[in-house]
């Protein structure tokens, strides 16, 4: 059984920061060798993708909304990747997924192999 679990959601003020974690537990072996991503679906909204990570770190996808504002990374010793995310606004409250696949397009394309529960991210304006 494979778990992706997120933590760091939270509500912040519009212009704040936060740090979303996700960390694989079960069949971890494998996901040092994953893409790794998240997601996010506002209420009465499609999920969207936000960001992707290869593996190896060479490629990096954000969605158009959250270029230069929002910073992907990963450790894989840990099996976490992280969300940076700067400069936030009432458009970015959603709740947050981290996913996992093959490759980082993949992710981009809206596939994903595994999924988290998700995390919530509420910005006050």
């Known amino acids: 059984q494979v778990q992706l679990v997120e933590s760091g959601g939270g509500l912040v003020q519009a212009g704040g920061s936060l740090r979303l974690s996700c960390t694989a537990s079960?069949?971890?072996?494998?996901?040092?060798?994953?893409?790794r991503g998240w997601f996010r679906q506002a209420p009465g909204k499609e999920r969207e993708f936000v960001a992707a990570i290869s593996w190896d770190v060479v490629s990096i996808y954000y969605a158009d909304s959250v270029k230069g504002r929002f910073a992907i990374s990963r450790d894989n010793a840990k099996n976490t990747v992280y969300l940076q995310m700067n400069n936030l606004n009432a458009e970015d409250t959603a709740s947050y997924y981290c996913a996992a696949a093959g490759t980082s397009r993949e992710l981009t394309r809206g596939r994903s192999d595994y999924w988290g529960q998700g995390t919530q991210v509420t910005v006050s304006s």
């Open positions: 079960g069949r971890t072996f494998t996901f040092s060798s994953h893409a």
